[in-house]
């Protein structure tokens, strides 16, 4: 069974752009969350989605925001886009999104 | 490949000795904890969970240890090899109040000596 896809895998952007990830769970899968990495404050929630719903939020800004289809892709979107945007972000997908979090390769952002 | 561990603290092994990796957790109501392997170019890969209820649990070469009298959490592999190296993340899970969240602890690096 295939595994989570998260695409593009790369992306530069220049500071004040906005971009969009997206994310393709595993087949069966209704629940997705999204992770921020970067070496200096590692592995951070930004929010889950659960049938096409944001049931979970981390502390992020509201440049950072997501949405889920019905057939549970999802999509997060980061506005105005900052230096300190620059992370590798992960997504993870879960049936009911209370066991087995599985996690696709991530999509490096670079923002110069 | 991606370099994601250049600040977390790093543990070298020989090859072929038993590494142990540990983890401060921070919430006392967390319902499980897993390990987590993440090599360099690749997302986070399971490695084994153990429930709040539990205090040990062992898989292939791997055992979870959790203390949760001083909220501490411990990955052992037995007879370490090469294939290990990698950042291991310890994160907790928690649902209450519709909220369901998995928390990462910070990672550390593990190098194996060949």
């Known amino acids: 069974k295939a595994g989570v896809t998260q695409t593009p895998r790369y992306l530069i952007k220049t500071r004040g752009q906005q971009v969009t990830l997206s994310c393709s769970p595993i087949?069966?899968?209704?629940?997705v969350s999204w992770y921020q990495q970067t070496p200096g404050q590692g592995l951070q929630f930004l929010f889950e989605?659960?049938?096409?719903?944001?049931?979970n939020k981390g502390n992020f800004p509201g440049r950072f925001s997501g949405r889920q289809f019905s057939n549970s892709r999802s999509e997060m979107n980061v506005s105005t886009l900052e230096l300190g945007d620059s992370a590798l972000y992960l997504c993870?997908?879960?049936?009911?999104?209370?066991?087995?979090?599985?996690f696709g390769s991530g999509t490096r952002l670079t923002v110069v | 490949g991606e370099s994601v561990g250049l600040h977390l603290p790093t543990l070298s092994v020989q090859e072929g000795d038993n590494s142990i990796i540990n983890c401060a957790y921070s919430?006392?109501?967390?319902?499980?904890f897993i390990w987590y392997k993440q090599e360099s170019g690749k997302g986070p890969q399971f490695i084994i969970d153990?429930?709040?209820?539990?205090d040990k649990r062992q898989g292939q070469r791997v055992t979870v240890l959790l203390n949760k009298t001083v909220k501490h959490l411990s990955l052992q592999i037995a007879a370490t090899q090469p294939g290990d190296s990698a950042v291991y993340f310890c994160a907790e899970f928690f649902s209450g109040a519709g909220s369901y969240q998995l928390t990462f602890g910070k990672g550390t690096k593990l190098s194996v000596i060949p």
């Open positions: 993870a997908s879960t049936h009911t999104g209370t066991y087995g979090y599985t």
């Open positions: 087949s069966g899968h209704r629940s």
């Open positions: 919430n006392s109501a967390s319902d499980y």
């Open positions: 153990i429930r709040s209820n539990m």
């Open positions: 989605y659960f049938s096409e719903t944001q049931r």
